[in-house]
């Protein structure tokens, strides 16, 4: 947190960590942001095709975490272990 503070910048380790892939994370830095192929839950300098299935499978499990949610499931009951 105190780094995220410190630094105008946003770490993008963080992208790495949180397993955005590495040619995108690339791309951000070098385009500054800009000229992306597409975008969703990160801008996407290489394989645009692989992103948008990943981003496809992602909005599915939010949606049906969220619907679980809304219908009273417990938190502990929506974490997923390995």
């Known amino acids: 947190m105190r780094r995220l503070q410190r630094f105008e910048a946003f770490p993008h380790e963080i992208e790495l960590?949180?397993?955005?892939?590495?040619?995108?994370?690339?791309?951000?830095i070098e385009h500054r942001g800009h000229d992306s192929k597409c975008d969703g839950c990160w801008k996407v300098y290489g394989d645009a095709e692989r992103a948008r299935k990943t981003f496809s499978a992602y909005k599915k499990c939010t949606d049906c975490y969220c619907r679980r949610k809304a219908a009273g499931a417990p938190l502990e009951r929506l974490a997923v272990v390995g």
């Open 17 to 28: 960590f949180l397993s955005y892939p590495p040619e995108d994370v690339r791309g951000f």
